[in-house]
Each structure stands twice: as C-alpha cells, then as structure tokens.
C-alpha cells in the first residue's frame, strides 16, 4: 500500500519538509539577532508557494492516513500561518461554494455597496476575518471543526514551547513568518477573481500560463479549471484546462507576480484566436506549437 494518495506529492512533500528543517535548524542555532530576521525576509516568497500547496492539500489530502496528514499539516501551519483544516473550511467549504455570490463568498472582494476593493482593503480583510469565518463554516460540519480546534489548539501549544525555549528565535523564525505569509496568501488571491461578477464558472477566474509560477505553485493559475472541478488533484488541472480552453473568455488571463514578473506583474493578457486554440490541444501538440502562450471530499480531508 502506497503512503501518498498521488506519487506527484512525493518530491512537493520532500522540499516542504527540507524547507521546515532548515526552519528549524536557524531557531535552534541562531545565536545572533539578524540570521532570525534575515530568514524571515528570505522565506516570504518560498513559504508564499508552500501555501499554494497548503491549499492544494486541502482540496486532496497528499497522504493515504489521517496520521502523516495531520503531521504535514502542523508542519504547514507553521510555514504558512493557516493551521489543519483551516483551508477545507473557509476555502473548500466555504469560498468554492459560495464564489459566485460576493454577499457569501468568504473571500468576497465586494463591498456591500457593491463597488471592489482595493487590493489592501481586501487582503486585510480577508486575512484578518479567515479564522473567524472558517470557524463560520464549521458549525455546519461539526467534523471537520473538531479537527480545526483541536489542531489549532495544538498548533497554538507547540508555538508556546518555541516560544518558552527561544523567544526572540521564535518570533522571527515562526510567530512574523506565520503572519506575513497568511497576508501575502490572501493579497495572492485578490488577483483570482476581483471584478468578475457572473453566474458562470467559466467566467468567473483569472488564469496565469506562466510555467514557472505553475511549478512553483502546483499549477494554481489554472484557476477555471481549479473552481470547475475543485476536487482535481493539482496534476490534473492544465488537462481539464485545455478542454475548457474555448468556453475561458479570452481576457481572463493575468501575468504572473514577483519574482517571475517584475514589470507589469499580475497584469491583464488578452489572448489571440491562435494561442487560445494552441491552448485547446493534447499537451504534445502544444508542445511542438509556436503559439503558445508566454509563460467525496470532506471524507478525504479528515484521512
């Protein structure tokens, strides 16, 4: 019987966990006060990937059993600031279900006036509200909020004991890297569907092609694709994708953000007729194209 659920998870899950030790390795031999500080502002992009995965975990647990789980999981909260079960309920029980409605949606980029927010404005909102509001959520799955709480109760316990060990390391290597990543996650998400008010999920998310923002992030900016069929795992999604390619409205393409573009990063590209049916192709016709484009869930999360 195999551990993981998919062998794509296998090298992620290694990088994850080689990323944590060395977290760990700077809070227990850091002996001055910039290597803390330091590894804070060198993590900020790496952790802001790992929550991608965070994310995608969340949708298709990465291991077979409840017990590796929720070990990644602590290892992803501490790395990302969004503890166990945290996503399943504000994201996939929440925002995947509710997108389509800003009155509902628990990442609503809306005012209730009905005119957009700014991207601060709705990163802090939405960072500042997530644990509030997936807590929302879990009263209506009491399963799943008993792993919440309980995992974020020992979330809270584990930081409490870097903490009474090191309290200077653990602020900077953990407690700010905790926070800034859960802000950087939901300015992230700002670009994902702001502005869009529709009915149809083909219409209703941006997409990013840029090969190293979907290495980085498991394929993330095949958002439609993502939000067409939410339980896909990652690998899945540029095929599903390609099938969808034609029914996507050709103006609801982005670049990618820093670092893979630092000018005009998360801009809007307008695809032509030709890319968008290169797009369409089996991937090893796409391949060879000269016109492609620049650059039964709530069982599975409580395994």
């Known amino acids: 019987m195999t551990l993981f659920r998919h062998p794509e998870d296998r090298i992620p899950v290694l990088l994850f966990t080689c990323m944590f030790a060395l977290d ?5 031999t850091a002996n001055n006060w910039w290597l803390p500080i330091l590894w804070l502002a060198l993590g900020i992009i790496p952790k802001g990937w790992i929550s991608a995965w965070n994310h995608h975990h969340q949708h298709v647990t990465m291991f ?14 501490f ?24 009155e509902k949606d628990e990442s609503r980029w809306m005012r209730p006036d009905g005119t957009a927010m700014g991207e601060l404005e709705y990163s802090l909102s939405t960072a500042l509200t997530a644990y509030p509001r997936a807590f929302k959520v879990g009263l209506k799955h009491p399963k799943a909020l008993r792993i919440f709480l309980g995992m974020g109760a020992l979330q809270v316990a584990l930081l409490g004991l870097l903490f009474w060990h090191n309290w200077y390391n653990a602020l900077f290597v953990f407690l700010l890297p905790m926070c800034v990543s859960l802000y950087v996650t939901a300015w992230a998400t700002y670009f994902h569907h702001s502005g869009l008010v529709t009915k149809e999920h083909a219409e209703a998310s941006y997409n990013i092609l840029h ?9 993330l900016g ?12 990652w690998s899945k999604l540029p ?42 192709q089996p991937a090893s016709a796409r391949a060879s194209s000269s016109h492609t484009p620049t650059e039964s869930q709530l069982n599975d999360a409580t395994a």
């Open 211 to 219: 090969r190293g923002y979907n290495l980085m992030t498991g394929n």
């Open 24 to 28: 760990l390795t700077v809070f227990f």
């Open 64 to 77: 077979r059993h409840a017990l590796p789980n929720r070990l990644l999981e602590i290892m992803f909260g």
């Open 79 to 102: 790395q990302t600031g969004i503890t166990s079960h945290a996503w399943f309920l504000h994201h996939v029980l929440g925002h995947h279900r509710n997108y389509l409605d800003q």
């Open 239 to 280: 095929e599903l994708h390609a099938q969808m390619a034609r029914d996507i409205p050709p103006t609801l393409y982005r670049q990618p953000g820093i670092p893979f573009v630092w000018s005009g990063s998360e801009d809007k590209v307008v695809l032509s007729t030709e890319q968008v049916e290169s797009l369409a």
């Open 222 to 233: 095949y958002h439609t694709a993502h939000h067409t069929k939410h339980g896909l795992h």
